[in-house]
């Protein structure tokens, strides 16, 4: 199964823009998850959406243009969860889970730790309360999940790791905070087949960031380590334009 996720910046933005429809009924995806989609279902409700997806669903904010995601997939989930189940984090539309028969596929909009650093406490908790959310999820069938996780790992995963050490994105408390993902046993995707430096999903608007490549990967799939079998490539789609990001993929053999 193929699977791709995109920070589109603005769901409405690339509709106008003309590149996410053609984009999605050219991937050959069976699941295409959107983060920062920045509205509500009745504001996309006219649009023809490829045919291939029977199964379109929206989880927006409760704040009008900010946030949110949704999941496109080919076949229907058996059933589809908002949010982690608790009402501190569930405003902001940043969790959609789509349970199918073999896996659950997890989509994520995590929070910026913004300017300042102002919203870094808050991302802590958070990034303890989803690990506590995919564990749960665990229990009961193997996890795939992706998104904007709004951090850069390690120092190969942006291209100027020095000089961002303070910075949202890349602080010591935020890796930490994906780091112990990853200890829990969920496997960097891209990583498993790609150890090379210079491979990014997201570039500031500023300075022709992306013409030069000098970006970070903060864009993932990550999947139970019951899955790490299942893995047959995962990449990244940097010749897509519309977005500050750039879609991801992963695909597995169920």
Avoid at 69 to 75: F, G, H, K, Q
Wanted: charged share 25%; aromatic share 12%; proline share 5%.
């Amino acid at each position: 199964m193929k699977f791709l996720s995109w920070n589109v910046n603005g769901a409405r933005a690339g509709l106008d823009k003309g590149t996410l429809v053609p984009w999605m009924a050219a991937s050959g995806a069976d699941a295409i998850c959107l983060q920062e989609t920045k509205c509500h279902p009745g504001d996309v409700a006219h649009v023809s959406w490829p045919a291939e997806y029977s199964s379109v669903t929206f989880h927006a904010a409760e704040k009008k243009g900010y946030s949110g995601t949704a999941i496109l997939s080919r076949r229907s989930p058996l059933a589809v969860r908002f949010g982690m189940g608790a009402a501190e984090h569930d405003g902001e539309g940043r969790v959609l889970t789509a349970e199918f028969e073999k896996f659950f596929l997890v989509n994520v909009y995590t929070p910026n730790a913004q300017d300042g650093l102002r919203r870094l406490a808050y991302r802590q908790v958070w990034d303890r309360e989803f690990l506590k959310f995919m564990q749960g999820l665990e229990k009961t069938k193997p996890v795939v999940v992706c998104g904007d996780f709004n951090v850069a790992h390690k120092e190969i995963d942006l291209a100027r790791p020095k000089d961002n050490v303070q910075n949202p994105g890349f602080t010591p408390e935020e890796r930490a905070g994906f780091t112990r993902f990853v200890e829990a046993g969920f496997v960097d995707t891209f990583r498993e087949f790609e150890k090379g430096p210079a491979h990014y999903s997201w570039w500031s608007y500023r300075g022709g960031a992306r013409g030069r490549n000098v970006g970070w990967r903060i864009d993932y799939f990550l999947a139970s380590g019951a899955l790490r079998k299942n893995l047959r490539r995962a990449w990244i789609e940097p010749h897509v334009m519309g977005s500050d990001h750039c879609p991801v993929g992963v695909e597995l053999e169920f």
